[in-house]
């Protein structure tokens, strides 16, 4: 597993709406330049994260806790153990080509949201993938059978960063 974080610019304000960025468009580009699209395409994840305001912090929202989070990340581990011990892998992550083909099944919405999201966002071969198999433990952990278009779009909305600031 590979978790990373960084600013999206020197100052770290670059894209705020609570505080603005001092960089030059320069100073950004050497800084974002430091991260290749290429490297980027290999992260599955990819989420930006804005500061949380005190009175969200404070509010009387409801949160799943941290152990009701962890039995269904195991239960979706299980179906995962279940439906791939035949082929001697573990998770979605490792799915191959032809597995993605077998167990991660779209419908035609899904198809057409997919390919709306690959000509808007213009998404790589390699985004195909990793999002299929995003969508597939998205599902998992609804408690899902298919991967449904709900699934499908959080998992495309975890692919946006690279082409938010890295455009090609």
């Known amino acids: 597993m590979f978790v990373a974080s960084m600013n999206p610019c020197p100052c770290g304000f670059y894209g705020s709406k609570e505080k603005e960025c001092n960089c030059t468009p320069d100073a950004i580009n050497r800084y ?84 709306n999201a690959f000509e808007k966002l213009g998404l790589s071969a390699r985004a195909h993938s990793r999002i299929l198999k995003v969508a597939r433990t998205i599902a998992d952990l609804d408690g899902r059978e298919n991967i449904e278009t709900n699934h499908l779009a959080e998992a495309i909305g975890y692919r946006s960063l690279d082409r938010k600031y890295w455009k090609n």
Do not use: F, W
């Open 32 to 115: 974002m330049g430091k991260i290749s699209g290429p490297l980027l395409d290999r992260i599955d994840i990819q989420i930006e994260v804005t500061p949380v305001k005190y009175q969200k912090l404070e509010g009387d929202t409801k949160q799943e806790t941290s152990d009701k989070i962890k039995i269904r990340v195991n239960k979706a581990r299980k179906i995962q153990q279940e439906r791939y011990c035949k082929y001697g892998i573990y998770s979605n992550s490792e799915l191959t080509p032809a597995l993605i083909d077998k167990h991660c099944k779209l419908d035609s919405n899904c198809k057409k949201l997919l390919q």
